[in-house]
């Protein structure tokens, strides 16, 4: 079972449509991400909720939106979308908020190009 | 701000070859710190961590030691393979998972 999932794995769209990732753990934590990986591989923390609820927006344009239903789910609405956002986006789980001591465990990643 | 910085790639080793890549980090408080890989069109992977100082984390051959002196969280393998090219990426976490900017190996036969 993969224990973090999300799709779709490969997107391409044009500017300015309205896309959705979807993301769903199966180990129980109370935590999830969303990091986005640029072209030069540079990973950077957009949001991570808890139980639910936002703890962390990295100054990310209010263009994206996450939702999460549930804890086990934290699913990426990107409204207008830019060239710029041409990304790999991954999704990531950990038991608790507090990172540090434990292992935030990545999906395989959504490779988005926008044309 | 925390901050991770990693030596620059590619680095490109033959088989069987000696594998350093350094890191080393800033930050305030006492970090955890990782080490992640991607191998090619896939995402990331857990490769090993350690938790405070002068702990050392291994996985799959690799090794990486905590040195708080210094500090370090340089990732070594005696021997590498051609499997093992990938990009590694080092990481610390305090209140959120920081990345370094990831080190390409490029291991040939």
């Known amino acids: 079972d993969t224990a973090v999932s999300q799709t779709p794995k490969y997107l391409v769209t044009q500017m300015g449509n309205d896309k959705s990732i979807k993301c769903e753990q199966n180990?129980?934590?109370?935590?999830m991400y969303w990091y986005k990986q640029d072209s030069k591989k540079f990973l950077k923390i957009m949001f991570s909720y808890n139980n639910k609820e936002l703890i962390i927006n990295e100054t990310v344009p209010n263009r994206f939106s996450p939702k999460s239903p549930d804890k086990a789910h934290l699913n990426l609405h990107i409204n207008s979308l830019e060239l710029g956002d041409s990304a790999v986006y991954f999704c990531?789980?950990?038991?608790?908020?507090?990172?540090?001591?434990?292992?935030?465990?990545f999906g395989e990643g959504s490779w988005l190009t926008v044309v | 701000g925390d901050s991770v910085t990693q030596m620059e790639g590619p680095v490109t080793l033959s088989e069987e070859a000696f594998l350093t890549i350094n890191c080393t980090y800033t930050?305030?408080?006492?970090?955890?710190l990782f080490w992640y890989v991607q191998y090619p069109g896939e995402g990331l992977q857990l490769l090993l961590k350690?938790?405070?100082?002068?702990d050392k984390g291994s996985n799959k051959g690799f090794e990486a030691t905590y040195r708080k002196e210094t500090t370090s969280f340089h990732l070594e393998k005696g021997s590498v393979q051609v499997s093992d090219s990938a990009v590694y990426f080092c990481a610390l976490s305090s209140d959120k998972l920081i990345f370094g900017t990831g080190t390409r190996l490029q291991v040939f036969p």
């Open positions: 930050a305030t408080g006492y970090p955890s």
């Open positions: 350690a938790t405070k100082a002068d």
């Open positions: 990531a789980s950990s038991q608790v908020v507090h990172v540090s001591g434990n292992t935030i465990y």
């Open positions: 180990l129980g934590h109370d935590t």
